[in-house]
T-cell receptor
Framework: DQQVKQNSPSLSVQEGRISILNCDYTNSMFDYFLWYKKYPAEGPTFLISISSIKDKNEDGRFTVFLNKSAKHLSLHIVPSQPGDSAVYFCAASSGSARQLTFGSGTQLTVLP | NAGVTQTPKFRVLKTGQSMTLLCAQD?????MYWYRQDPGMGLRLIHY???????AKGEVPDGYNVSRLKKQNFLLGLESAAPSQTSVYFCASRPLMARGGGRQETQYFGPGTRLLVL
């Protein structure tokens, strides 16, 4: 049973517009959430994160929102750029070793 | 710093063969992890290590063994490869503490090893 779900396998947006990627989780023990970006034939690279005690974290064009009651988080990218085209993974952290549980990813395509 | 490196980049095995994947990190991180990624799925944790000489099972450990004899290296072994182990394998590492103090949450990933088992 997937504990972290990304229900949209793909998303296309126009350059300059906002991209919104969504993620849902079921395990209440998750206390930290991260977004990773992945280009083909490369490893995931860290993008932005949020602790469960916060509801928003912003870093430049990227903002992550957390709704604990709904067990939902989202990543906003504004404005979107063609270089943002990649697979975005949502991940949740738990346990003493801070193991990550990943969603299945969303392929974002930003059209010029 | 090279960060996290993985060897080899690509390998083809026949069913029943064995091999070892090497992960090396030069950041003096305490924690190291092995994940696999299959099409349409996220990364799944195979094994992890919280320090030199220690290992633990993750979500999908069957068919794999690991060793962490040196802090900078984390080896993933397949004793008898099966087609179901065809996947892309990623290694990651994480320091115990963040630079400003407090727990470090971010894991840093290597470029991956693509394994095909025929």
């Amino acid at each position: 049973d997937q504990q972290v779900k990304q229900n949209s396998p793909s998303l296309s947006v126009q350059e300059g517009r906002i991209s919104i990627l969504n993620c849902d989780y079921t395990n209440s023990m998750f206390d930290y959430f991260l977004w990773y970006k992945k280009y083909p034939a490369e490893g995931p690279t860290f993008l932005i994160s949020i602790s469960s005690i916060k509801d928003k974290n912003e870093d430049g064009r990227f903002t992550v929102f957390l709704n604990k009651s709904a067990k939902h988080l989202s990543l906003h990218i504004v404005p979107s750029q063609p270089g943002d085209s990649a697979v975005y993974f949502c991940a949740a952290s738990s346990g003493s070793a801070r193991q990550l549980t990943f969603g299945s990813g969303t392929q974002l395509t930003v059209l010029p | 710093n090279a960060g996290v490196t993985q060897t080899p980049k690509f390998r083809v095995l026949k069913t029943g063969q064995s091999m070892t994947l090497l992960c090396a990190q030069d950041m003096n991180h305490e924690y190291m992890y092995w994940y696999r990624q299959d099409p349409g799925m996220g990364l799944r944790l195979i094994h992890y290590s919280v320090g030199e000489g220690t290992t633990a099972k993750g979500e999908v450990p069957d068919g794999y063994n690991v060793s962490r004899l040196k802090k900078q290296n984390f080896l993933l072994g397949l004793e008898s490869a099966a087609p179901s182990q065809t996947s892309v394998y990623f290694c990651a590492s994480r320091p115990l503490m963040a630079r400003g103090g407090g727990r470090q949450e971010t894991q840093y990933f290597g470029p991956g090893t693509r394994l095909l088992v025929l």
